[in-house]
């Protein structure tokens, strides 16, 4: 992870969220690199980190000023029982998506005045035949507050983006 890390400084990153390889070196790893080589933050909502050493490491939520366009940004990612071993992620606790996705989409579009609402989400664009597994698809649909999903985990390529209605 030292590699990417150093990239996306290199590149300008704002923000990032977090997927499962970043824990292909377990979250100590995971910690270091962004400690040493990061100056952007991990903005992530539905990974519980209170009894690991990121517990301090990352944010919710985060809103940032480009121009005159006031952008909030939060992150989900995907479950990681099953995916990725249990002593690479340690004490992490997955909480639900949509609930906390949009709990802090809420409280950037309607507390902090977010003029658009950007989620990093690290769930995957869809799954054709697991219908309880939770995808982007399915966050736009059941979800509120978020205008754009920039999706990873399933390598989707789009040559367009796919407009879906939330749940208001």
Do not use: W
């Not at 539905?46 to 006031?70: A, E, L, W």
């Not at 949009?102 to 054709?128: F, M, N, P, R, W």
């Not at 979800?143 to 983006?161: E, N, Q, Y």
């Amino acid at each position: 992870g030292e590699l990417d890390i150093k990239l996306m400084t290199a590149m300008g990153y704002d923000a990032t969220t977090m997927g499962n390889h970043d824990f292909d070196g377990g979250l100590e790893n995971y910690e270091k690199q962004m400690r040493e080589h990061g100056n952007f933050p991990t903005i992530i909502s539905n990974y519980d980190f209170t009894d690991t050493i990121m517990h301090d490491k990352y944010i919710p939520r985060r809103s940032f000023q480009k121009g005159d366009i006031k952008i909030g940004v939060t992150g989900v990612g995907i479950e990681l029982d099953g995916l990725v071993p249990q002593a690479l992620y340690g004490s992490t606790r997955y909480l639900d998506p949509i609930a906390k996705v949009t709990e802090q989409a809420d409280i950037l579009k309607h507390e902090e005045g977010c003029d658009i609402v950007i989620c990093l989400s690290h769930l995957g664009y869809k799954y054709d035949n697991d219908n309880d597994k939770v995808s982007d698809i399915k966050l736009a649909q059941n979800s509120r507050s978020i205008d754009i999903i920039l999706g990873g985990h399933t390598h989707t390529f789009m040559d367009k983006p796919d407009i879906y209605r939330n749940k208001e």
